[in-house]
């Protein structure tokens, strides 16, 4: 007979599964109920038989989810979480790989999804890297002068395709799927139709800001149903931070293969440069995209030990460097020189500390105390603070001495959204770190914060270039 602590535990269990499944339901539906109570029979079971009830919870959700794509999808990305959250006191014998031998070998059926998504996806890649191919049937030519049309556009080649792969794997209605196409045709009409001067400010924003407002698409899709609770935005910090480290590796690997194709076919006397640089090379790193998402959906054990791994190598360097920036500020009464190239960089150091945060928070067990890796968070966060305090009394001063321009708003306007951002994280934390707050409210922040980045990034890409005469 199952104790009151073991009870306890397999209902908060199976409230995340149901909370997972369908995190809107204002009641519980025939699909789900039914589900449930078989979910149940399995726990029961398996919890007969031995297996504590973590185990027998994550087996029996592997069970079922060969015929639920969304139980499924609970399994790949709460595996490796569920036994690290304490969610009540379980056998210190427990281990979640020997509870995974009880579970059956995948079925003919889960096999086929798995071939019938890897087609989806290869299809979807060889389309992106034959899209940036597209506009030389009109007169752009990627190599040929035309390089201010790509890069006003490039982010329009695969996000589309990436969006395309959630939506379909995660089921979403036509409905949605017609909500999420809008603001790609939006983006195609703001990136083309604006009379923009080669390499003036307003373009420039907008090349950099375009692809944030339609990675938040990205975000909505792959979070699906889940978009507007926590858990859902925090698991697509989870995978932005996955997929840039795999998208880098990948890099890497095809940097490699390229050089090694270029002199292996020069060694014959024959030049394949204008393939590689043509063809290979872009339509690679666009199609390296699609690919990389789905590496990072089916292949998440690996990526989630080594995300939170480079995090904390990141994160005292990052410290150390925003200690002797702010010492050498002090030391030598020097400021920010507050031209576009510093003021890009900048803002990329400040990204780089939002994204250490962001994926220290979401790569973090909730329920555990404070460490010593928090009190370092803290640190980081509260030199950034200082260090994009520095920053903004220079635009602001620049501002004062010269007036608005697109560069000096844009980066007046990104820095006060971080100072905010970054406020309240550092309060957040202080009241964690004293133990007068929970680490969910540091969760709930972030995951509410991500709306504020993609709305500002609409704004300089819809609004900035007519505000700033196209300058």
Known sequence: MASNGDTLEMEELIARWRDYRRPEETGPSPE?????????????????????????????VKRIGDRDAVSQEFVREHSGRLWQQPVADSDSNSNPDHALDYA????????RAARTEAIVVISLAVVAGLAVKVPELFGQQLTGGDEEFYARNFSLFVLPF??????????????????????????????????????????????????????????????????????????????????????????LGGGVLTGLTFVLFIAISLDVSVFLTEWLMPGGALGAVIICAWLVESKQGL???????????????????????????????????PERQVLIGFDLLLVLVLGLLLYSVSARDPQAPPNWFDALTALLVVSAIIADGVALSAIVARITEFGFSANKTAAL????????????SAWLYARYLRRRGNFAALERWQTAYLPVYAGWAAVVVVAFPPVFGWA
């Open 32 to 60: 789900t109920e039914g589900l449930e109570s078989g979910l149940r029979d399995e726990v029961d079971a398996l919890v007969a038989v031995g297996l504590a009830v973590d185990e027998a919870f994550l087996v029996a």
């Open 104 to 111: 059956p070998a995948p079925s003919a059926a889960s096999g």
């Open 162 to 251: 990436l969006t395309a792969y959630f939506a379909w794997k995660r089921r979403l209605s036509p409905v949605r799927c017609l909500w999420l196409a809008l603001p790609f045709i939006g983006a195609v009409v703001f990136a083309n139709a604006y009379p923009f001067d080669e390499n003036n400010a307003t373009l420039v924003l907008t090349v950099l800001h375009l692809p944030l407002v339609l990675w938040t698409v990205v975000g909505i899709a792959y979070a699906g149903d889940r978009w507007r609770a926590v858990a859902g935005r925090m698991d697509f910090i989870r995978f932005s931070g996955e997929f840039f480290i795999y998208y880098v590796l990948l890099a």
């Open 303 to 337: 990526m989630e030990s080594l995300a939170p791994m480079l995090t904390r190598v990141f994160t005292p360097l990052v410290v150390v460097l925003l200690l002797a920036f702010l010492a050498a500020i002090a030391l030598t009464g020097s400021g920010i020189d």
């Open 413 to 424: 306007g990104e820095n006060l959204i971080l100072l905010v951002n970054l406020a309240w």
